[in-house]
């Protein structure tokens, strides 16, 4: 225990009165005045040493402690610096755990937010259209881009957008599944006024084509309105009425790029194909020259889908066109295998073979098929209205070293020999 800080003061012993006459005054002084005080008594010696322990000494001089007494003190004062330190310990520790929490809760934080931020599907790169109605507010086209599988998490996406300031347009956006969030808020930023090519490739059903269209941001409930929907046409001169809704367009289709705004319907893209179909048969003069051959414009196209799915050879495809209708002078069956495909593909019967008993089997039964099999092109439609006069009833297409080439016969001798000789593989 430290002892308090003592000043030591010592007693004036010799003060003196500030009265006292001066001693000249003394010595020529006959008798004393009588105004005069009488000398100070001395204070005795004992009297100033007890003065001067009680002014100096005091705060020394406390009772002495019993033993036992002296344990306690000690005991108390060591229990008290025992419950110092625990208290300086305990918060030591508490800053650190509250520290512990932050850094944990940063780094998880973190993760979540690196985490949101990524593609849904990396690998997934089909572009699919998104409709951001006028004075939809960011919480509402943030739940909708969640539900619709384009982001991870809608509140990323509130607070990117927030912090970056980014203002989201109305309109309809082409996105995809493989954008992270800021490039989703970055093409919602963007103004639709944008025109897009969609490219229409031959030789595909409507049933394929479904997978060009999807390519392009359609899904399937788009396209099953757009297929069928009604248009109005020239081209539907001669279309059986009886046709199923969802394949009367079915080989009208035609095959050109076509430029249409980011937020069309495909319905735009489906006129646009037959207006485009309307100017190419003009310019070709293709009805008059069908209904040259007997043909309505329905059935030239029913044909060309035909010539043009088994071979791509402009001269071969009139070569096949003028076998083909040797056949129909005959009624001889047409015998092309793309038919009886066709049908399997459409689930029209149980086998892919020449044995599917579909009305669209060329090989079972004779005439045109009920419609077309593809959408032709124009070197198809063309074999078909000025096919080669041509003494031919068979042909084949060769494979291996005579891929791409086709080999016709007058006879079906002459047709087995082919077969055997130039399709090794394929005719099996």
Not at 293 to 307: E, H, P
Request: with cysteine; glycine share 4%; hydrophobic share 35%.
């Amino acid at each position: 225990m430290a002892l308090p800080k003592v000043k030591i003061v010592t007693p004036n012993l010799h003060k003196k009165s500030k009265t006292a006459e001066p001693k000249t005054a003394r010595k020529h002084s006959a008798t004393p005045s009588k105004t005069s005080k009488k000398p100070q008594r001395r204070r005795p010696s004992f009297e100033i040493a007890r003065s001067y322990v009680e002014m100096n000494f005091v705060v020394l001089m406390a009772p002495e402690l019993t033993p036992k007494e002296a344990r306690e003190a000690r005991k108390t004062e060591a229990k008290a610096d025992r419950r110092e330190t625990r208290q300086r310990h305990r918060l030591r520790n508490t800053i650190l755990s509250i520290l512990g929490l932050l850094i944990l809760c940063t780094g998880i934080a973190a993760m979540w937010w690196t985490t949101s931020l990524r593609p849904v599907d990396a690998d997934n790169t089909d572009l699919r259209q998104f409709v951001v109605d006028q004075g939809a507010t960011t919480d509402q086209v943030a739940t909708a881009l969640q539900k619709s599988g384009f982001i991870r998490n809608s509140l990323t996406f509130k607070i990117y957008s927030r912090l970056n300031n980014k203002v989201i347009q109305a309109g309809t956006h082409m996105l995809s599944p493989s954008y992270s969030t800021p490039e989703i808020i970055d093409e919602l930023t963007q103004a639709t006024a944008d025109e897009i090519e969609i490219q229409v490739p031959p030789g595909l059903t409507l049933k394929q084509l479904r997978t060009v269209w999807k390519k392009y941001g359609y899904n399937d409930a788009e396209i099953d309105a757009a297929y069928v929907s009604e248009y109005e046409s020239t081209l539907f001169d001669g279309r059986p009425n009886d046709l199923p809704i969802e394949t009367r367009l079915e080989g009208y289709i035609y095959p050109e790029t076509y430029r249409i705004y980011s937020g069309d319907r495909l319905e735009v893209v489906i006129k646009k194909a037959l207006t485009q179909f309307e100017q190419v048969a003009a310019e070709n003069d293709l009805k008059a020259q069908f209904a040259a051959r007997d043909l309505t414009f329905y059935d030239g196209i029913n044909l060309a889908s035909m010539v043009l799915t088994e071979v791509s050879n402009t001269d071969d495809q009139k070569m096949v066109a003028g076998v083909f209708f040797n056949r129909l002078r005959i009624g001889m069956e047409l015998g092309s295998d793309v038919t009886y495909k066709y049908a399997y593909a459409q689930g029209l019967c149980d086998v892919d073979s020449y044995l599917c008993d579909s009305i669209y089997n060329t090989r079972k039964f004779a005439g045109l098929p009920p419609g077309p099999v593809a959408n032709p092109t124009l070197s198809a439609l063309k074999a078909v209205a000025n096919p080669t006069n041509t003494n031919y009833f068979y042909f084949v297409a060769g494979d291996g070293i005579y891929s791409g080439k086709t080999f016709f016969s007058e006879t079906f001798e002459e047709h087995k020999s082919n077969i055997i000789a130039y399709c090794r593989e394929l005719c099996r």
